[in-house]
């Protein structure tokens, strides 16, 4: 008996630890339904830098980082990445960062003016139990007293996913709106909307399992801004602000994100949208969950009149992984008969597909010469029918720019 309770709680344990949010062999928390990657990749203009969530296949959150504003654009001053280390026993990743960039500080290609303030920080991210990381931010000493209130850590949620879903902030609901709405104020040289709300604790679309998301700020206030209201390519933010003589746990969050029970991504059928000609080799991709390891089998139809009709199937071959995903291929060259085919596999269904030997007669590259150069020419007036793609433009590009001068778009003659 004793070694049968033994084996079970072995049993238990094992799937305990399987539901964790736990480092893997590619250094980023992952589990079913919920990825956080910590700097992976520092590109915070397209908001890809930072802690970053991805839950249930879709990114949600990204560019947790130290920013100088409530609100940053594309050329505000962002920070240089330093050493980033993962340590899977402490279940901790670690970034080191600093400001200003010396690559782009008033130098370089798209040269940004950064304030005369120095300072480096590391952002700690720990697993702590279930869904639940930890993110705490560390100064290596504080902050100036006139930058306190000015510096804060933000944390990007992507609005798309968030239009008319609900939102709570401590007792306080709301919604988030399509659009930025005022009233508009200034803070610091920006000109910002009021907050969405001030609290401890913000839930993040309540009612939508696959979306449902709980910060809380173990210190301080989290404070949520429409980033929308002063760049046209902002996001929602949530912000933190650095308290004055903070060093240690300057910033310290809880996040948990919500996952659903035994979660896998659909799988994704990739085929050519343009189709194939008759001796062309034929090859469709199956992107699967990286927990997904079933192969099932993939059928090709043709379309006609009277529906769809089965044509050929087969399994696909293992390809490998490649970053979050698995791959399968399945080759179906020897079908030539011209038509109109699709694709299925477990239930999922590809967009429909030519093949013959006219498919790079029309609407493959000709759109490009047709439409996409002629609307890209910046130097007159664009019309197509009661559009305007853009009006007269570029008149000054004969004129010399001053010499050793570093232009604003990076030009530098």
Known sequence: ???????????????????????????????????????????????????????????????????????????????????????????????????????????????????????????????????????????????????????????????????????IMDEQPGIFPNQPNGPVHEQHGEWLNAPLAEGKKLVVAPAQPAQRMVIEAARGKLTLIDGRSNHNNGWFIVRSEVPADATKAAIEWIVSPHTIDGWVREPVIQVSQLGYTAKQPKKVVIEQDRNDTKIGEITLYRLGEDGRSKVASGSGEPWGEFLRYRYFTWDFSEIEAPGLYILEYRGEESHAFRIGDDVFSRHAWQPTLEYYLPVQMCHMRVNEKYRVWHGLCHHDDALMSPVDTNHFDGYIS
């Open 1 to 167: 008996m004793k070694k049968i309770a033994f084996l079970f709680a072995l049993v238990a344990t094992s799937a305990l630890a399987d539901d964790r949010l736990l480092i893997n062999d590619k250094g980023y928390f992952s589990k079913p339904g919920l990825d956080v990657t910590v700097f992976s990749d520092i590109y915070p203009d397209g908001h890809q830098t930072g802690v970053t969530i991805i839950q249930h296949g879709v990114r949600v959150a990204a560019n947790g980082d130290l920013r100088l504003e409530a609100s940053p654009g594309q050329w505000s001053p962002v920070p240089a990445g330093g050493e980033l280390q993962v340590d899977e026993d402490r279940q901790t990743i670690t970034q080191t960062m600093s400001y200003p960039d010396p690559e782009k500080n008033r130098t370089g290609f798209n040269p940004i003016e950064y304030p005369d303030l120095e300072f480096s920080y590391q952002v700690h991210v720990e697993a702590v139990e279930g869904n639940r990381f930890r993110i705490r931010v560390d100064l290596d000493e504080p902050l100036p007293d006139e930058w306190v209130g000015r510096v804060g850590f933000n944390f990007e949620l992507f609005p798309g996913h968030l239009f008319g879903k609900g939102w």
